[in-house]
């Protein structure tokens, strides 16, 4: 396992704060990133999934990006997720959005193209060799329908420098060990769901980027940690826990789960753009349950 992953073990997939009138609130953004920071998350994927990519136009990703680069003063890795299903398009803004200062970009599989493996390849290629900055490959076949096959993965990891990371989205752990197996020295593999954290840290993956993190960073950190440094009884602890909250946050798409959690605890920012919509008042009733339970729980993991 790597002892030093380049990005750290706790990356959390950062929330887009929006007003009611479905406005970007970048000085609530600067304030959660600043917070995620202080209680443990060591990096940010800005404009992820879970930052609702789609439906931010390109002059407000750039504020994003600029907004949480200042808050943390650059302190811990900025991952810009810049890639689209436009090759050329994600080139373009991939050198934009580099020349603000971020620390390394991440491309998602191009959806609805449904482009065979070779166009995979040489779409990674081009994004990755227009930039100078680590790139993280982002693989979710359950949003994109196409999956990147492990070897174009190890193609891209062994021929593209700078493609440093594949965020595996994917539960299929054979796809993780091969990937491990067949990966240059330094090439990471980042569980891209946080139930499945510790199973892919088992497998050699080297950490994950977590949308629990948004609420529960230090205790996700707490997880990681006592796994690494071998205290599997604590560390299996706190999984017992995580991961049915993780898992009732999906209940719905994501991040509308998330975002009522984080509403619930006093965050200022948590409304979504359509097409999203607002949770019910039932989700509502189980997401505050279930969180109120795991978190009465996580207090008392390690205290005799």
Same mark, same amino acid.
């Given at each position: 396992m790597n002892t030093e992953p380049r990005f750290g073990r706790l990356?959390?997939?950062?929330?887009?704060?929006?007003d009611d009138?479905?406005?970007l609130l970048l000085d609530s953004a600067g304030e959660l990133a600043s917070k995620l920071v202080a209680e443990g998350t060591q990096?940010?994927?800005?404009?992820?999934?879970?930052?609702?990519?789609?439906?931010?136009?390109?002059?407000?990703?750039?504020?994003?990006?600029?907004?949480v680069l200042c808050a943390t003063e650059r302190k811990v890795p900025?991952?810009?997720? &810049?890639?689209d299903n436009?090759?050329?398009?994600?080139?373009?803004?991939?050198r934009k959005v580099e020349s603000l200062g971020v620390h390394a970009i991440m491309a998602v599989t191009p959806y609805y193209n449904k482009p065979p493996q070779e166009g995979l390849y040489r779409h990674f290629r081009?994004?990755?060799?227009?930039?100078?900055?680590?790139?993280?490959?982002?693989?979710i076949p359950g949003r994109c329908v196409t999956n990147i096959e492990p070897e174009t993965i190890l193609r891209l990891a062994h021929d593209v420098d700078n493609i440093v990371a594949v965020?595996?989205?994917?539960?299929?752990?054979?796809? &993780?060990?091969?990937?491990?197996?067949?990966?240059p020295e330094g090439f990471e593999v980042i569980s891209g769901d946080d139930a499945l954290t510790l199973p892919m840290m088992r497998e050699g993956g080297t950490g994950v980027v977590s949308v629990l993190g948004n609420i529960a960073s230090s205790y996700m950190r707490r997880m990681i940690e006592a796994f690494v440094a071998g205290d599997i009884e604590e560390a299996e602890a706190l999984e017992r826990i995580l991961v049915p909250f993780s898992e009732a946050l999906f209940e719905t798409t994501s991040p509308i789960l998330i975002k009522k959690a984080l509403e619930l605890k006093g965050f200022n920012g948590s409304r979504l753009r359509l097409p999203l919509v607002e949770a019910t008042d039932e989700q509502t009733a189980r997401i505050k349950e279930v969180m109120d339970s795991a978190f009465e729980k996580l207090e008392h993991v390690g205290v005799s």
């Open positions: 990356i959390t997939a950062m929330v887009t704060p929006f009138s479905g406005a990096a940010l994927v800005v404009n992820g999934t879970t930052g609702e990519s789609p439906t931010l136009d390109r002059a407000e990703r750039i504020a994003l990006f600029h907004e900025i991952i810009a997720n &810049v890639g436009c090759t050329h398009d994600s080139v373009a803004f991939a081009a994004v990755a060799a227009a930039v100078d900055v680590p790139m993280v490959v982002y693989n965020k595996q989205s994917n539960s299929d752990l054979d796809q &993780v060990r091969a990937i491990v197996a067949g990966a």
